[in-house]
């Protein structure tokens, strides 16, 4: 086992849990910070980051929701002598254009790569778990998801194997240096067929049902939503329609030397585990 400390941020959220549990498992030495752990990260007090980021070599950063902060948090984590980050980032970022939504990734990803540490990029696809979040999973239980997407795909991507890649390339140091990884499932789905699979997985009666842009943003807002985060999650079907997200490629077997998982096993997994049960 080695010495190096490998910082894991956002160790409670969906893509840290995974990759924390994953790296043990490696006997890296690991240190799980947010703002709920043993060891807490908040991206609002920068006073407390220096003692974060003492004895690290490499860091895994999920970006706080507001661009900035990690500009401060990379020079931090260069004077402590970090050596590697590995950031994550959403998928096809370079053709986001003048989009609103994904401005915290930008902002992020610019950090990084202007950095002179060693530096790998995860892009990733719309998870397939948000399918079993918020905002999705109480309207699929419920009978009917409504969303601003017509009939551009989206090549929904297993957190599993988010969590793999992530694990790998930070396990094997010097490999991955400057590169911008793209990770999108094998083929991509419509929302609406995304949620006949569910349906048909799943036995229950659930529809797709495609609203307006405004529609979907007061609907947001109705179920307790700030004017803020409806406009964002709006924006971020707004672009999609565009299509700057619906390509698919070969990133995930490239590290792991396999191909993603598809959309149909992450749907068998969850209704296994009574995901969309009333």
Do not use: C, K
């Not at 551009?152 to 010097?174: C, K, M």
């Amino acid at each position: 086992m080695s010495n190096d400390t490998t910082l894991v941020l956002g160790a409670t959220g969906n893509t840290g849990r995974r990759v924390a549990a994953r790296l043990r498992l490696r006997d890296t030495h690991v240190r799980a910070a947010s703002r709920s752990s043993r060891t807490p990260f908040d991206w609002f007090r920068p006073a407390d980051w220096d003692q974060v980021l003492q004895g690290v070599t490499t860091a895994y950063v999920v970006p706080p929701a507001v661009p900035g902060p990690v500009h401060e948090f990379v020079a931090r984590a260069q004077a402590a002598g970090v050596r590697r980050l590995v950031l994550l980032s959403g998928h096809g970022a370079d053709d986001w254009g003048d989009s609103a939504f994904g401005l915290d990734m930008r902002s992020a990803e610019d950090a990084v790569r202007g950095s002179t540490l060693e530096w790998t990029v995860l892009r990733a696809a719309n998870f397939a778990q948000n399918f079993v979040g918020p905002p999705f999973r109480a309207p699929l239980a419920a009978g009917e998801l409504a969303l601003p997407a017509g009939t551009v795909p989206e090549p929904f991507i297993d957190l599993e194997d988010v969590a793999d890649v992530a694990a790998a390339v930070l396990s094997e140091p010097g490999r991955h240096a400057g590169r911008v990884y793209e990770l999108t499932g094998p083929r991509g789905l419509t929302w609406a067929e995304a949620v006949e699979l569910i349906s048909r997985a799943s036995g229950l009666p659930i529809a797709y049902r495609q609203v307006s842009p405004a529609e979907y943003t007061a609907a947001l807002v109705q179920e307790g939503w700030s004017e803020d985060e409806a406009h964002l999650l709006t924006e971020m079907f707004v672009l999609l329609e565009r299509g700057a997200t619906a390509w698919t490629t070969d990133d995930v077997a490239t590290v792991l030397g396999r191909a993603p998982r598809t959309f149909e096993d992450f749907v068998l997994r969850a209704v296994a585990a009574g995901a969309w049960l009333r």
